[in-house]
């Protein structure tokens, strides 16, 4: 009575219906609560349809054309490339930065504009995600801010760093 085991390749992501981005489709998973897909992509795609408007009043022309490069600049500019990990040595804790994998720093990028955008209150999701992946793209807004003291506790601890 052999149980049928699963491995990473049978159970594969598919991309998102609308951009063909898989990117996109996973942080649609982590937008989604309780199991409610059709829920979260309509939060994600009004929120990207919410900045193809700002996009057309930008006058930078250096300014990307659609929303989906708007969301792949923020997610890339709130990445962290270090963080802090606290470590036993001697009876005395260390936080001692490393450096953070690739897929790691996806899902540190996920979360911290997740938390930034259900953190805050009193506006529709849909509008706080688009404003939060409009100043991500632009390097600003709390989920870069919390991507920027990362770096900084990684920096003041760089004397730790040969601990790692």
Not at 53 to 59: C, D, Q, S
């Amino acid at each position: 009575m052999g149980s049928k085991s699963f491995t990473k390749s049978a159970v594969q992501l598919r991309p998102d219906p609308r951009f063909n981005d898989l990117q996109l489709s996973k942080f649609i998973n982590c937008i989604m609560q309780r199991g409610q897909k059709a829920s979260a992509q309509r939060i994600v795609y009004d929120a990207l349809d919410e900045i193809m408007t700002k996009l057309a009043k930008e006058t930078d022309p250096n300014a990307p054309k659609e929303s989906i490069q708007v969301f792949r600049m923020a997610i890339d500019n709130v990445k962290p490339f270090v963080e802090v990990r606290s470590k036993r040595i001697g009876g005395a804790n260390y936080q001692v930065p490393i450096q953070v994998n690739a897929k790691r720093q996806q899902s540190l990028a996920f979360r911290w504009i997740i938390d930034s955008v259900r953190g805050e209150k009193g506006r529709p999701t849909h509008r706080k995600l688009a404003d939060e992946l409009f100043a991500a793209a632009k390097k600003e807004g709390k989920a870069m801010a919390t991507r920027d003291q990362t770096h900084r506790m990684a920096d003041a601890n760089k004397a730790f760093a040969h601990f790692a």
